[in-house]
């Protein structure tokens, strides 16, 4: 069914984090490809929506997908960025619970889709598969950790400067000026909820970034019109306090 399956593209992993895809073995990828559907999802579209009963799981492809959560207050939190190889929808695909989060399209995205019981079997053959899933809960457990102390010991410019700097490195087109286009349309409430900020904040440092010409922005694209400068700021430099 899905033999044509194949991971690509640009990846946006944190340091020392391997995707899903990477930890199986050929005999696992090849039982997953049997017993999913590849599908094909426009920008913007929605993969899977918060609080639906389904159950199958998905393996990106190629493309990238924000993960969003809808509070009962009705906050809109970004929770994180799934690249090619990342495991999504496992909590309710194998729990059986509503989904906990909304997954959105922010490019192009093709994925594997995988009924619940398909994946559970495959697991069952191949045990790669489950010590995979394992790891990955663990790292983004780790993950989510780490985001929680930087909120708490880091300013919130070195810690938007890193998050740019990542996305540059993963998705960036580099001009000859050294300038480096972002080629994923986030806007300022999906930097400041990756950041752990408040908009008001990134919005106050970013216009302070355009002033000092280190960055252009529009409603939905940044270009980073200063690399070294954004570095010397997540390095926490003498820069870093500005804005």
């Given at each position: 069914?899905?033999?044509?399956?194949?991971?690509?593209?640009?990846?946006?992993?944190?340091?020392?984090?391997?995707?899903?895809?990477?930890?199986?073995?050929?005999?696992?990828?090849?039982?997953?490809?049997?017993?999913?559907?590849?599908?094909?999802?426009?920008?913007?579209?929605?993969?899977?929506?918060?609080?639906?009963?389904?159950?199958?799981?998905?393996?990106?492809?190629?493309?990238?997908?924000?993960?969003?959560?809808?509070?009962?207050?009705?906050?809109?939190?970004?929770?994180?960025?799934?690249?090619?190889?990342?495991?999504?929808?496992?909590?309710?695909?194998?729990?059986?619970?509503?989904?906990?989060?909304?997954?959105?399209?922010?490019?192009?995205?093709?994925?594997l889709v995988i009924p619940a019981e398909a994946?559970?079997?495959?697991?069952?053959?191949?045990?790669?598969?489950?010590?995979?899933?394992?790891?990955?809960?663990?790292?983004?457990?780790?993950?989510?950790?780490?985001?929680?102390?930087?909120?708490?010991?880091?300013?919130?410019?070195?810690?938007?400067?890193?998050?740019?700097?990542?996305?540059?490195?993963?998705?960036?087109?580099?001009?000859?000026?050294?300038?480096?286009?972002?080629?994923?349309?986030?806007?300022?409430?999906?930097?400041?909820?990756?950041?752990?900020?408040?908009?008001?904040?990134?919005?106050?440092?970013?216009?302070?970034?355009?002033?000092?010409?280190?960055?252009?922005?529009?409603?939905?694209?940044?270009?980073?019109?200063?690399?070294?400068?954004?570095?010397?700021?997540?390095?926490?430099?003498?820069?870093?306090?500005?804005?």
């Amino acid at each position: 069914m899905g033999a044509e399956f194949q991971v690509g593209g640009p990846i946006g992993h944190g340091p020392g984090r391997t995707p899903f895809w990477d930890l199986l073995d050929a005999s696992a990828r090849a039982a997953l490809r049997e017993a999913g559907r590849v599908t094909s999802y426009a920008a913007r579209t929605h993969l899977l929506r918060q609080d639906d009963l389904t159950d199958h799981l998905l393996v990106v492809g190629r493309g990238c997908v924000k993960v969003t959560a809808l509070s009962a207050g009705g906050y809109q939190a970004v929770l994180a960025l799934r690249n090619p190889g990342d495991l999504l929808g496992e909590q309710a695909g194998l729990d059986g619970g509503p989904r906990s989060a909304t997954l959105t399209a922010l490019t192009p995205v093709r994925a594997l889709v995988i009924p619940a019981e398909a994946f559970r079997a495959a697991a069952r053959d191949h045990p790669v598969i489950t010590g995979s899933v394992h790891q990955v809960l663990s790292a983004r457990l780790r993950d989510a950790d780490r985001q929680r102390t930087a909120a708490g010991a880091d300013a919130l410019a070195a810690r938007l400067a890193g998050l740019l700097l990542d996305l540059a490195a993963a998705y960036g087109r580099r001009h000859a000026s050294g300038a480096v286009d972002i080629g994923l349309p986030l806007s300022q409430d999906d930097f400041a909820g990756l950041v752990l900020g408040s908009r008001r904040t990134v919005s106050r440092v970013l216009e302070q970034w355009r002033t000092d010409g280190w960055v252009t922005t529009g409603r939905t694209h940044l270009t980073l019109d200063n690399p070294d400068a954004l570095k010397r700021v997540r390095e926490g430099g003498p820069t870093a306090g500005r804005g």
